[in-house]
């Protein structure tokens, strides 16, 4: 803990400008769905049954993932209630834990100004900071997979004692919590990270045996309790988890998310702007240090995390845009190192060249913004008001890569230099503004019309469509009408027939005397209608093109 209070101790006013910088405007948006509302829902049925063993998604066995961030969400449930600002905390402590494990390991292997720089572009990069406003898995994880890489790395150039010891205990334990949060693959990119470093640089003699009983112990008596236990309450879950949602996510279509090989080359380079500019100079760099500086082959051990977890994700056959968000720590204490000498050495040729670069860069990617928008106006057709706000991105984005061509015309280099995190704290702040617009609508205006009229005997729920933050704003398990989508396989193991029900059952339970309050989108309104020209119903609110409606008149 002295080890790493020196360390942290000359930038500990980084600790209050991250939580301040990650925390700005958490609460300005209802949860997206259907993420958000998943992950809230879950924890919210924990903190209510107290069965923290099985995870259930409305009231139906759900084995996607592990459950150490439903645990977590749970206890903030238990202290804060259900708020968006404080289920989103969660994600923006581990946004931070990141940025200072990367600053921590920068200071130690490089210098103080790598270390602040590569603090800095890791939270200023676009898709770190928005993943750290949304509660799903991968920021937790990213977190993990980091400290667990980046203590590898100390273990190995730690002399032996009980300070390399903590460091390789602590790799096990962040491995494990990663393993409790996201499954095996954290096991899939720390393993093969390591193996290909080792092999490049012949370092077994320095880590092997690193402290493999002792870790061994700490990794199954963190990882292993839940495994166990959930497969002895639930028979199903060793299939359903592991060969289904492990083996046959990565190898088959089964959850429709196959995407194009090169699916992730447009999302770091847009993820990782302004920095991904930098990405090839710095790579360059760093593999021409000679291979007798240990600084080498710690760079080469994050360029082979990075370009792993890159490969990793891109031969899957299950591809979302958050799995590549592993891969930037690594980058950014790359590329803070390279940007490091460039502002060291402010009149060097190379730094003319790359503010050029740079610039030409942001003049191509905003042009182009501007003309997919001019030419393809169909891609915001639902939201056209965005227009403006992507054109003013475009037009800010243009005006910083003019700027820094002027002050390095007139030999202002320093100045010019400003112009990069800049515009990734423009991009930043578009981030924050644009978010609640290009979320899925949330039903939370339907949810709050329902709590202000619904009874005990009240029949709630959706049909045609599962509404994940549904339950979380009405705080309850809802009825299911004629879908059944991912809680099919709990449906299968388990009778849940008394709320996860089909279309014949929604129309013979309308015409009871019970009164239901249901949500539906507005298209399956004027289809029930066509089918049943006989179904009445009043109407009790409109939102996004969802209806509220009921029976009772």
Request: proline letters at 6%; one cysteine or more.
């Amino acid at each position: 803990m002295k080890y790493i209070s020196h360390l942290l101790r000359p930038g500990l006013w980084l600790i209050p400008l991250l939580v301040v910088w990650f925390s700005m405007f958490l609460g300005n948006r209802p949860f997206a769905s259907p993420d958000e509302g998943r992950y809230v829902e879950i924890p919210r049925e924990m903190a209510t049954t107290q069965d923290y063993i099985t995870p259930r998604l409305n009231g139906v066995k759900y084995f996607e993932k592990p459950p150490l961030f439903y645990w977590l969400q749970a206890a903030h449930i238990k202290i804060f209630g259900i708020q968006e600002w404080a289920m989103r905390l969660i994600s923006v402590l581990f946004a931070i834990i990141g940025c200072l494990a990367v600053f921590l390991f920068s200071r130690r292997f490089y210098n103080d100004k790598t270390a602040f720089l590569a603090c800095i572009i890791l939270a200023t990069s676009p898709l770190y900071y928005a993943l750290s406003r949304l509660i799903i898995l991968d920021m937790a994880v990213t977190s993990l997979i980091t400290l667990s890489l980046l203590s590898f790395i100390l273990t190995v150039y730690t002399p032996p004692g009980m300070s390399r010891r903590l460091w390789a205990w602590a790799f096990y334990t962040c491995s494990a919590l990663g393993v409790l949060t996201k499954g095996l693959m954290v096991l899939a990119i720390s393993g093969p990270t390591i193996l290909i470093w080792t092999l490049i640089t012949n370092k077994w003699r320095e880590w092997w045996p690193a402290y493999i009983p002792t870790g061994c112990i700490i990794f199954f008596l963190i990882a292993a309790p839940w495994h166990i236990v959930a497969s002895i309450h639930n028979p199903e879950f060793a299939y359903k988890y592991f060969i289904i949602e492990h083996f046959m996510r990565y190898t088959t279509s089964v959850h429709l998310r196959t995407q194009h090989f090169l699916f992730f080359v447009p999302v770091l380079c847009l993820g990782f702007f302004p920095w991904i500019g930098l990405v090839w100079s710095a790579m360059r760099q760093e593999l021409s240090l000679p291979s007798s500086i240990p600084q080498r082959d710690i760079s080469l051990f994050l360029l082979i995390w990075a370009a792993w977890v890159f490969s990793f994700f891109s031969v899957s056959n299950s591809k979302l845009i958050p799995y590549i968000l592993p891969c930037f720590p690594p980058l950014a204490i790359i590329v803070g190192s390279y940007w490091s000498e460039i502002i060291q050495a402010a009149t060097s040729k190379k730094i003319y060249r790359l503010i050029i670069k740079f610039s030409l860069l942001n003049v191509i990617l905003s042009v182009s913004g501007l003309v997919l928008l001019w030419q393809l106006p169909h891609l915001i057709d639902h939201k056209p008001y965005l227009w403006l706000d992507f054109t003013v991105l475009a037009c800010l984005i243009l005006l910083l890569a003019l700027i820094a061509l002027v002050f390095l015309y007139i030999k202002q280099i320093k100045i010019a230099t400003v112009a990069l995190p800049l515009s990734a704290v423009v991009l930043v702040a578009f981030v924050i503004r644009l978010m609640p617009e290009l979320q899925h609508p949330s039903v939370k205006p339907l949810a709050q019309t329902i709590n202000t009229l619904k009874r005990s005997d009240d029949i709630i729920g959706s049909y045609k469509v599962y509404y994940q933050d549904l339950p979380v704003y009405l705080n309850q398990i809802v009825h299911v009408f004629g879908v059944k989508g991912e809680m099919e396989f709990g449906c299968e193991v388990e009778d849940c027939s008394k709320w996860m029900l089909n279309e014949s059952d929604f129309l013979n339970l309308w015409k009871s005397k019970k009164r239901l309050l249901i949500v539906t989108r507005q298209s399956e309104i004027l289809n029930i209608a066509k089918k049943n020209p006989l179904f009445q119903f009043t109407t009790l609110g409109i939102s996004n093109g969802n209806v509220l409606i009921t029976n009772s008149s």
